[in-house]
């Protein structure tokens, strides 16, 4: 092994050209921690906003972008002992996905489910603890609720579709084109509202109202989500593409008897996030394992043309995941 690696660098903040193809040094694992020669990493929508200047890693995690990886465990830091030189992970990441090598606490990683590739395991991550932690974790989703979930076709969409489904939910989603549409439907969900051509809120009135609502888009949908939510229902927020400000009738949360939260999953502990792992470990992996959940996939870029992956999602044109292979 070499003393260095290929990794995308952002030059500066802005749009997908500052994201440029450097050499950096290999990083070393440390305590609690493994070095991944990575496979496949993950593009996210945080990856944007860091690359535009507006979402700042921790202090303590590497300036490149990339918070999910796949690939092979290459080294081990002090105490690791539940992974071995030669595993095959896929891993949450505290930053440095788009490159060569990549460390990451070993309590964040997880084997590479039966039957499935490096391509597909690097897109799990991410979505994966997000979905989980906000759908179930905070959300407290159980079968025979109405669940309804903005942006299905995301990432995000395509994976709490699915996994609400498999738990006996009702799932309920929008999206912006037929297409899409029809491929939310696919994946188990009931309803899919086209919100060009439809007012989800008039639609989930008829159903009596979502139990559970997650929301990636903010701005007006905020109050509009709280109009057509269930009595006692719950809205859980993970990004705000329209905005994070909205004017909202707070009568209406206490006669519904409403809960409203939210959460980012990057600033958390190192701790909850393990935690966060296990649960998927011992409830979704099984479900992975036998082929009744998988990761929807887009498109698949080289590391050098990390722009054009940029690119590519913010057109917001994609279905499902998109990935660098490294």
């Known amino acids: 092994m070499t003393d260095t690696m290929r990794a995308i660098e952002i030059t500066e903040p802005g749009g997908p050209e500052v994201l440029q193809l450097s050499e950096q040094p290999i990083p070393t694992p440390g305590p609690g921690e493994i070095l991944i020669r990575v496979a496949f990493a993950g593009v996210n929508r945080p990856d944007a906003l860091q690359r535009a200047g507006s979402y700042a890693p921790p202090p303590t995690a590497s300036p490149l972008p990339g918070l999910e990886a796949s690939g092979e465990v290459v080294a081990l830091g002090d105490g690791v002992s539940q992974w071995a030189v030669g595993d095959k992970v896929c891993a949450l990441l505290p930053g440095g996905g788009y490159a060569e090598y990549v460390t990451t606490p070993a309590a964040h990683a997880l084997r590479v489910p039966n039957g499935m590739g490096m391509k597909e395991a690097a897109c799990l991550p991410e979505t994966f603890f997000t979905v989980w932690s906000n759908v179930f974790m905070r959300g407290g989703l159980q079968a025979g609720e109405r669940f309804l979930v903005h942006g299905g076709s995301s990432g995000i969409g395509t994976t709490a579709i699915q996994l609400a489904n498999a738990v006996g939910a009702r799932v309920f989603t929008t999206a912006g084109t037929d297409e899409k549409c029809a491929v939310c439907r696919d994946l188990g969900a009931e309803r899919a509202i086209n919100y060009k051509t439809e007012d989800f809120v008039e639609v989930m009135k008829l159903e009596g109202g979502p139990n559970l609502i997650l929301d990636m888009v903010g701005g007006d949908y905020i109050a509009r989500n709280i109009k057509c939510l269930a009595i006692d229902g719950r809205m859980v927020h993970i990004a705000f593409l329209s905005g994070p400000k909205a004017e909202i009738n707070f009568a209406l949360i206490m006669a519904k008897r409403l809960t ?28 992975l394992d036998a082929g009744r959940v998988a990761p929807v996939m887009d498109h698949t870029f080289l590391l050098e043309d990390t722009a054009k992956a940029h690119t590519r999602m913010e057109t917001s044109q994609h279905i499902g995941k998109i990935v660098l292979e490294v």
């Open 260 to 287: 409203i939260t939210g959460s980012t999953l990057r600033p958390q502990s190192d701790l909850a996030k393990a935690r966060i792992a296990d649960d998927l470990a011992e409830k979704v992996w099984p479900l």
